[in-house]
């Protein structure tokens, strides 16, 4: 019997009769806090029977990027290793302190107890996650990542159903919002365990001029008393004093709309919606000389704002004060300048004598006015559809039918979960802090606690798979190719990278589109994303057919849970910090006439002094991104550093830096910078 301290120890179990010897190798990963005091019990399952329960680390711990030895002798065959058996016990005296373990290699020795010759190749059991004693026995397994169909053993194919029964009894299905995706069913943070949790840590944030103003629930008296709060928290982003500069011009309307912090809205028209009221008369004036309103629509230079969605629905006491909601129409025409400039604006979505059709003819102030109220409805619907259904929700849901319907040797469970992983937590931490009582949207958000469940619902019956893959949206809605349409040029490159980098991964483990199709565990997870997902009328795929529609769903997915986030969180603060471009709330109702409005009466409409502070505040916090996080297609996990994995990402990691040097030179020559999907600044997942 031999040992080896400090970093390894080696045992050996004597066996009488016949036996087949191992050399095991456990390997703990080597962050700072990797190591536990925890003992640590090892079985070898193998296809004719198992080893029992050997201690690893007798007296000696498991220390950060340590290996400890142990030689195995079985008693009587054991036949080929399939699974390996891990179970930690707390040691009396010791904090019960969590275990990561990299992973166990296992090589057969000779009759002399040294390895056998390079014939016998060393099988890596993969494990790179935390264990706990809670766990109790967790159970590896080697090889590379294979579908069902591809299992030999029974052994593992057993392993394979228990290890999702077992997820499926702790990962359960909840509701948020009936009618909305569902999210998983866990109380408190305590139930995310380990491997579902994550630290973020913040960079530091400069919040001194936005604190003080608590007690302040009176109105802005003056635009100058919100400029000294913008000198003194603004002066420092760029953009913010861009937006501050030019926020009333009709240009810059527009340009928000399509590079903005929601610019998913924004859609060709060929028909005046009935709802609008509006003529080819009223409207000539802004038009090209000699050309009338049928005419620009059907050149497709007319495009259309419509925020129906808010339509009916009761706005929020902000401060014991009664808010507003609207649900404008807002028309806008493609100009010979290329410009995206408003034409006119309702704002409700009934005509009618109280209800009138604003135009750039008016007044400056009654103007003004019409499109801060459009910026109020946008507001709402990027903060709960654009930004938390369409992100926060859709990542949730798809880690909860990713944890519930594919084993972790699936590899679709390997490539999506390094995406939707964060989700739950920041899911969690959001439904309990902003979007519950006294959080950002019930004190100081027009759309408040019994309005949000209404929008989710109606944006949820509403929504369409095409709006959420990049080609068919932007092509729908004719954005592709507008001047100014930094995201969805921008957009359409960082999809279409991912699109060959999820392709290529569904290549190395489908043969065909027959391996689609008879792909159990595939149909399942998108049978559960459709049960608790969106209505069948979303056009969702309810099963798949081939490798092709796979690959698009997929990259749906990851798209949505990084780049798509990035555009829509990381740019909140930069176009909401000068408040009146970005209010989140009307404090009076919309104007039933034209005329009369003056630059007070505007700043009477805002929010007051404390509720602005606090939405700048939480956007503040909102808007940065973590000191470490993981920038897209970048993955600490070990599996992509397997061979053709490994490829894979450095492909797509080369693209996108590619696509990153582009935006980084186009953007030195603008202006008004579009950086927000920049693939360095765009987060894997959804962790903010």
């Not at 950060?64 to 040691?91: D, F, I, K, M, W």
């Not at 808010?323 to 410009?339: D, E, F, K, R």
């Amino acid at each position: 019997m031999s040992w080896v301290f400090s970093n390894s120890v080696t045992i050996m179990s004597h066996r009488m009769g016949s036996c087949q010897e191992f050399q095991v190798t456990v390997h703990t990963s080597p962050g700072p806090t990797c190591g536990t005091y925890n003992r640590l019990y090892l079985s070898l399952i193998g296809s004719h029977g198992e080893t029992p329960p050997i201690p690893v680390n007798n007296d000696h711990h498991l220390l950060p990027g340590s290996t400890c030895l142990v030689l195995v002798r079985a008693n009587g065959p054991l036949g080929q290793v399939v699974l390996v058996r891990l179970r930690l016990e707390a040691q009396i005296g010791f904090p019960n302190v969590d275990w990561h373990c990299n992973r166990v290699e296992i090589r057969q020795c000779t009759k002399d107890q040294e390895p056998e010759p390079e014939s016998s190749e060393t099988q890596v059991f993969c494990c790179d996650k935390w264990l706990r004693t809670a766990d109790g026995n967790v159970e590896l397994r080697s090889g590379k990542l294979c579908l069902l169909a591809e299992e030999t053993e029974e052994q593992l194919k057993q392993h394979r159903l228990m290890q999702l029964q077992h997820q499926q009894e702790l990962i359960r299905w909840g509701s948020f919002v009936e009618g909305a995706p569902q999210c998983v069913d866990f109380k408190n943070m305590s139930e995310l365990g380990p491997n579902l949790s994550y630290t973020h840590t913040s960079p530091t944030i400069n919040m001194h001029y936005l604190k003080g103003f608590a007690g302040r629930v009176e109105p802005w008296t003056s635009f100058s008393e919100l400029e000294a709060v913008f000198a003194h928290s603004g002066h420092q982003n760029r953009i913010a004093r861009f937006v501050k500069a030019h926020w009333k011009e009709d240009w810059y309307f527009g340009y928000q709309c399509l590079s903005g912090c929601n610019p998913l809205l924004l859609c060709q028209t060929r028909l005046i919606p009935p709802t609008l009221a509006v003529t080819s008369d009223m409207l000539r004036p802004f038009l090209p000389a000699g050309s009338s309103l049928e005419e620009e629509l059907q050149k497709g230079n007319i495009y259309l704002l419509d925020y129906k969605l808010l339509d009916g629905l009761e706005a929020n006491q902000v401060n014991g004060k009664q808010t507003y909601l609207s649900a404008p129409l807002c028309l806008l025409h493609l100009n010979q300048q290329g410009q995206m400039v408003p034409i006119a604006i309702q704002l409700q979505q009934t005509p009618g004598p109280q209800n009138p059709v604003f135009l750039p003819s008016d007044s400056d102030c009654d103007w003004l006015l019409a499109k801060i109220w459009v910026h109020c409805a946008d507001f709402q619907g990027h903060q709960l559809i654009s930004h938390y259904m369409r992100t926060h929700m859709m990542a949730e849901l798809c880690c909860v039918a990713t944890l519930r319907q594919f084993p972790e040797h699936h590899p679709l469970h390997q490539l999506l979960m390094p995406h939707v992983r964060t989700s739950l937590q920041i899911n969690l931490q959001a439904r309990a802090s902003l979007l519950a009582v006294n959080g950002v949207f019930d004190q100081a958000v027009g759309s408040g606690l019994k309005t949000i469940p209404e929008i989710l619902r109606r944006a949820s019956a509403t929504i369409h798979y095409r709006s959420m893959c990049v080609p068919d949206d932007l092509s729908d809605r004719a954005v592709d190719k507008l001047p100014h349409s930094f995201y969805a040029q921008d957009a359409l490159r960082i999809w279409d990278a991912l699109h060959r980098f999820v392709l290529a991964w569904i290549d190395l483990y489908y043969r065909g589109d027959k391996d689609i199709k008879n792909d159990s565990e595939l149909q399942n997870w998108i049978t559960d994303i459709n049960k608790h997902g969106f209505t069948q009328n979303s056009g969702f795929p309810q099963c798949f057919h081939t490798k092709v529609e796979v690959s698009k769903f997929l990259t749906m997915f990851i798209y949505s849970c990084s780049a798509l986030h990035a555009a829509m969180n990381f740019s909140q603060l930069d176009f909401a910090l000068w408040m009146p471009n970005c209010p989140p709330s009307m404090m009076r109702p919309p104007p039933q006439v034209k005329g009369g409005v003056t630059e007070q009466d505007i700043l009477s409409f805002l929010p007051g002094i404390n509720s602005t502070l606090r939405v700048l505040m939480a956007l503040t916090v909102l808007s940065q991104p973590s000191v470490d996080f993981i920038p897209l297609c970048h993955y600490r996990e070990a599996i992509f550093r397997v061979d053709a994995h490994r490829r894979l990402v450095e492909g797509v990691q080369a693209e996108l830096k590619a696509i990153n040097d582009d935006i980084t030179e186009r953007n030195r020559h603008l202006e008004l910078p579009y950086p927000y999907l920049c693939p360095s600044g765009i987060e894997n997942s959804v962790a903010i």
